[in-house]
T-cell receptor
Framework: DTGVSQNPRHKITKRGQNVTFRCDPISEHNRLYWYRQTLGQGPEFLTYFQNEAQLEKSRLLSDRFSAERPKGSFSTLEIQRTEQGDSAMYLC????????????????FGPGTRLTVL | EDKVVQSPLSLVVHEGDTVTLNCSYEVTNFRSLLWYKQEKKAPTFLFMLTSSGIEKKSGRLSSILDKKELFSILNITATQTGDSAIYLCAVSNNAGNMLTFGGGTRLMVKP
């Protein structure tokens, strides 16, 4: 399967613990995005990378949230000192760079990591 | 700030019915509008629309964009129970660096 993959699929943690999620994008995609989705809402943009550069991070929800994409392939999203309000589905998506080879920006999503903070 | 509003919030129909889902938007430097279907997992891409008045079609699903009135509709004809899902509308600005999603329309198709 050459789609976007995310691990773990589910994570249950206690308040105050740190968690890290991984996303592996579609191999030829150089853009990678993170979104958060809470119940009954559409996904909410958090941050994105083009290759290894993080080009937008002002939408990260607090300084407890950070993301990396060290070699321009997989990415990790870390939440430090988790709070119950962090419980949500964390979605990763990938795309080609808009404008290259006529591409727009269809983003293809992974299955998500569902986080529950107790 | 970019904004997307979808209506109705939810819809219950019977198999064979035709449904129309609505999406209105406000976005600075519009680039494209996208429709996704979400069942119990990640959103699945359906359509991307960039030009007004050109219908995109895939089987029983079709969609059209009106850039003057800032809205799009998604039509599903001859609905089936497998169409039950949340349908999400999203817009992209010209930078193409993020999608702004609406809250979705929850469609339930009863046998």
């Amino acid at each position: 399967d050459t789609g976007v993959s995310q691990n773990p699929r589910h994570k249950i943690t206690k308040r105050g613990q740190n968690v890290t999620f991984r996303c592996d994008p579609i191999s030829e995609h150089n853009r990678l995005y993170w979104y958060r989705q809470t119940l009954g809402q559409g996904p909410e943009f958090l941050t994105y990378f083009q290759n290894e550069a993080q080009l937008e991070k002002s939408r990260l929800l607090s300084d407890r949230f950070s993301a990396e994409r060290p070699k321009g392939s997989f990415s990790t999203l870390e939440i430090q000192r988790t709070e119950q309000g962090d419980s949500a589905m964390y979605l990763c998506a990938s795309s080609l760079v808009p404008g290259l080879a006529g591409a727009y920006n269809e983003q293809f999503f992974g299955p998500g990591t569902r986080l529950t903070v107790l | 700030e970019d904004k997307v509003v979808q209506s109705p919030l939810s819809l219950v129909v019977h198999e064979g019915d035709t449904v129309t889902l609505n999406c209105s938007y406000e976005v600075t430097n519009f680039r494209s509008l996208l429709w996704y279907k979400q069942e119990k997992k990640a959103p699945t891409f359906l359509f991307m629309l960039t030009s007004s008045g050109i219908e995109k079609k895939s089987g029983r699903l079709s969609s059209i964009l009106d850039k003057k009135e800032l809205f799009s509709i998604l039509n599903i004809t001859a609905t089936q129970t497998g169409d039950s899902a949340i349908y999400l509308c999203a817009v992209s600005n010209n930078a193409g660096n993020m999608l702004t999603f609406g809250g979705g329309t929850r469609l339930m198709v009863k046998p």
